[in-house]
């Protein structure tokens, strides 16, 4: 912007100011004083009712549904559990949420609000019994339902409605109880937090509902002891609440690492199983295939010494058409676990094919031909102890990897001349001779 616009500008701001001070100066519209007289005769809401077990039902309502939706994504029994012991909560607050001028109706529905209380904490303890995935027995839960609902429905018309609510904190109690004893035996167990919130919770609701019927009972003023019993109650339920989230959580997140776990197992049996020979449990050549660069360019980098033994069986045609090919396997078997044996764990045997072993060692040629002769030994050991044919032999080559080599293809094939000078020698020596 020039310097001649800037000045026009500037004037421009100091007009609409001018401009702009009588027009806030005028008094406002009447219509709009009019419609503001008119918001303030609207007239105040009145004092609002709270009824406490209202609320605290609505409360356990709303854990319920929670809940519900975890079910929708982890099927649990337990968490069926939870939910009907929340719902039975709720509905036994809203019976017990108002007064009752007929004496009679008002202990039958205290009746039902105590067996539905006793019933919600049946279900607390069944959740235990069957987290994660225990099998209930149901003849015990059966009768026990039958039992209390036979009470609490048929007591109000012969007892005083004292002894029905007595009767109903005691087992409801006791029952919360041992609710509390298996979830913090579980949370010892398996070290869950969510466990501990519950058992921790129940706990705190039982020693609670003790205190306040043993102050009923002993007729002392329990007004304010009740109220705050109830208050502490509510507080605890919903760390109870929170502690059944957390703990559905918590056995989801064990489920999935014991999943990553088995299958971490299974890739690691599947890749043994593609880098193995079934039949010997030596390497195959697959696994060769991986190794080879590798061991290459160690023996390169550090000079670390390296040799290629290559081991065939003798006269294992002849086995296998004189008796059977289950008796060559047996063979192949028993020869492939004396190679392993023979062995150190930092060297490799490998089926090369067919009857050929390959074995690699991590030392010089002398020390690879002194392993050579070490084998014979051993395979002569072995099949005067065990049920090798007489026959069967080995016949052994032995080369080292050179320097210079970019592959193991030239120490293997100088390895498989040596086998074969090796194999015409034991021909020589045992021709002809029978199986």
């Known amino acids: 912007m020039s310097g001649g616009d800037a000045r026009h500008a500037h004037w421009l701001l100091i007009a609409l100011a001018v401009c702009a001070v009588p027009a806030c100066a005028q008094p406002p519209d009447s219509d709009l004083l009019r419609q503001l007289d008119t918001l303030q005769n609207i007239p105040v809401p009145g004092p609002m009712t709270i009824r406490p077990r209202i609320f605290a039902a609505y409360g356990a309502l709303i854990a319920g549904a929670m809940l519900s939706l975890l079910y929708l994504y982890r099927g649990r029994a337990f968490i069926v559990y939870w939910i009907g012991c929340w719902l ?14 007929d004496p009679t109706l008002g202990s039958v529905l205290t009746g039902l609000a105590m067996l539905l209380v006793v019933w919600s904490t049946g279900l607390v303890l069944l959740a235990a019994s069957a987290f994660p995935q225990n099998a209930l027995k149901w003849g015990a839960t059966v009768k026990g339902v039958a039992a209390s609902a036979v009470w609490f429905l048929v007591a109000p018309f012969v007892l005083p409605l004292t002894v029905l609510i007595g009767t109903g904190t005691a087992v409801a109690s006791g029952l919360l109880g041992w609710a ?12 869950y937090a969510g466990a501990f919130l519950i058992g921790a919770g129940l706990a705190i609701i039982c020693i609670g509902n003790v205190a306040g019927g043993t102050a009923a009972l002993t007729m002392s003023p329990v007004g304010a002891t009740l109220a705050r019993l109830a208050v502490v109650n509510v507080i605890t339920s919903m760390f109870v609440a929170l502690g059944m989230h957390l703990l559905v959580f918590e056995d989801m997140t064990e489920e999935l690492r014991v999943t990553n776990r088995d299958l971490a197992a299974a890739h690691e049996e599947v890749k043994r199983l593609a880098i193995t020979d079934p039949l010997t449990g030596c390497r195959n050549r697959r696994f060769f295939d991986e190794i080879e660069r590798r061991e290459m360019q160690r023996h390169r980098r550090y000079d ?13 045609k002849r086995l296998n058409d004189t008796l059977g090919h289950d008796r060559g396997d047996d063979t192949l078997r028993a020869i492939g676990t004396l190679l392993r044996r023979q062995v150190r764990e930092s060297d490799y045997v490998i ?7 390959l074995l690699l060692l991590s030392c010089g040629e002398t020390e690879a031909r002194a392993k050579a002769t070490e084998l014979k030994a ?12 007489e026959q069967v032999g ?3 080559g ?14 293997i094939r100088d390895a498989d001349a040596g086998m074969y000078k090796d194999k015409l020698a034991e021909r020589g020596a045992h021709a002809q001779q029978p199986l």
């Open 88 to 101: 039975f909560i709720a509905a036994a607050l809203a019976l017990v949420a108002r007064g009752y001028s």
């Open 180 to 191: 509390a004893f298996r979830y913090l035996r579980l949370a010892r167990g398996s070290r």
């Open 304 to 316: 670390a010494p390296l040799s290629v033994v290559f081991v065939d069986v003798n006269h294992f």
């Open 351 to 357: 089926r090369w094919g067919g009857d050929e072993f």
């Open 378 to 389: 051993a395979f002569s050991r072995e099949r005067a102890t065990s049920a090798l044919p």
């Open 394 to 396: 080995l016949s052994i």
């Open 398 to 411: 032995v080369a080292a990897v050179s320097k210079e080599a970019e592959s193991l293809r030239d120490a």
